[in-house]
């Protein structure tokens, strides 16, 4: 239904000098909806993605957030629009505890001094609702597995209350059981109405969890499928292009076109 259309984006470029890295794509994402996005190295995903968080501006195209037309100028001005974003790196502090990542920055205070009791019982709350396990608040990031890294941003990225949700392969060089844990988050974090979009290389998460498909290649979105139509062959076929008549138009001019 339109009005649980959260993102529209229409013709989106991006250029880098002679390096075209998006070259007119289109993407939508619904409330409460998990979308996968995929393609090759280079196809563009990041890129894209960061547009949508306002870490890098457009060339040309329309980014239309809940029906209205909307140009990021920086990351704080998509925050605002409730946009959020995990990169693959996280940015989390190692040597801060769990609370103090939650909270960097927007520290509850009492007067001018931290107030850290609050800061634990409400971080220990947000990790609470989203079934998130770590042994203490007080423990340091750094000690933590790389799961419970993972969980730790994107409930951070939680806390802000967005409604939409950016994933940058948040399960690559994860254990099997820390992958089932950040999926069972990324169904939770949906369950709650937020928008999701999934970037991975791990197509098998893509069916766990997506419910819908859109496949980059080469600057451009090129497939959007619902999820029950494909199988891994299939999906493979999409984001490789295998079998797929390409158009003369779509060669990049560069062997450096897309750079993420």
Same mark, same amino acid.
């Given at each position: 239904?339109?009005?649980?259309?959260?993102?529209?984006?229409?013709?989106?470029?991006?250029?880098?000098?002679?390096?075209?890295?998006?070259?007119?794509?289109?993407?939508?994402?619904?409330?409460?909806?998990?979308?996968?996005?995929?393609?090759?190295?280079?196809?563009?995903?990041?890129?894209?993605?960061?547009?949508?968080?306002?870490?890098?501006?457009?060339?040309?195209?329309?980014?239309?957030?809940?029906?209205?037309?909307?140009?990021?100028?920086?990351?704080?001005?998509?925050? +605002?629009?409730?946009? %959020?974003? =995990?990169?693959?790196?996280?940015? $989390?502090? *190692?040597?801060?505890? /769990?609370?103090?990542?939650?909270?960097?920055?927007?520290?509850?205070?009492?007067?001018?001094?931290?107030?850290?009791?609050?800061?634990?019982?409400?971080?220990?709350?947000?990790?609470?609702?989203?079934?998130?396990?770590?042994?203490?608040?007080?423990?340091?990031?750094?000690?933590?597995?790389?799961?419970?890294?993972?969980?730790?941003?994107?409930?951070?990225?939680?806390?802000?209350?967005?409604?939409?949700?950016?994933?940058?392969?948040?399960?690559?060089?994860?254990?099997?059981?820390?992958?089932?844990?950040?999926?069972?988050?990324?169904?939770?974090?949906? +369950?709650?109405?937020? %928008?999701? =979009?999934?970037?991975?290389?791990? $197509?098998? *998460?893509?069916?766990? /969890?997506?419910?819908?498909?859109?496949?980059?290649?080469?600057?451009?979105?090129?497939?959007?499928?619902?999820?029950?139509?494909?199988?891994?062959?299939?999906?493979?076929?999409?984001?490789?292009?295998?079998?797929?008549?390409?158009?003369?138009?779509?060669?990049?001019?560069?062997?450096?076109?897309?750079?993420?």
């Amino acid at each position: 239904m339109s009005e649980d259309l959260l993102v529209e984006l229409t013709g989106i470029t991006k250029s880098y000098g002679p390096v075209r890295s998006l070259r007119g794509v289109d993407l939508t994402l619904r409330r409460g909806e998990v979308l996968g996005l995929v393609g090759d190295n280079g196809a563009g995903k990041s890129t894209l993605m960061k547009v949508l968080a306002g870490a890098v501006q457009h060339d040309d195209g329309e980014i239309r957030v809940k029906g209205r037309p909307i140009r990021f100028s920086n990351p704080a001005e998509a925050q +605002a629009e409730k946009i %959020g974003i =995990v990169y693959q790196d996280l940015a $989390l502090c *190692d040597t801060l505890d /769990v609370a103090s990542n939650l909270f960097l920055g927007r520290e509850p205070r009492r007067g001018p001094f931290i107030d850290r009791r609050r800061m634990h019982e409400q971080a220990a709350q947000i990790l609470a609702d989203l079934h998130v396990k770590v042994s203490s608040t007080h423990q340091e990031i750094g000690t933590l597995s790389g799961g419970q890294r993972q969980t730790v941003a994107i409930a951070r990225a939680v806390s802000f209350a967005p409604d939409v949700l950016i994933l940058d392969e948040p399960t690559a060089a994860l254990a099997v059981a820390e992958v089932e844990s950040v999926l069972r988050l990324i169904t939770a974090v949906a +369950a709650q109405g937020v %928008g999701v =979009v999934l970037i991975t290389h791990r $197509l098998q *998460d893509l069916f766990r /969890v997506c419910e819908r498909i859109t496949v980059m290649y080469e600057g451009q979105s090129v497939d959007d499928v619902p999820i029950g139509e494909l199988d891994i062959e299939s999906l493979v076929g999409l984001i490789t292009r295998t079998g797929v008549a390409a158009d003369p138009a779509d060669t990049p001019q560069t062997e450096q076109e897309a750079t993420a």
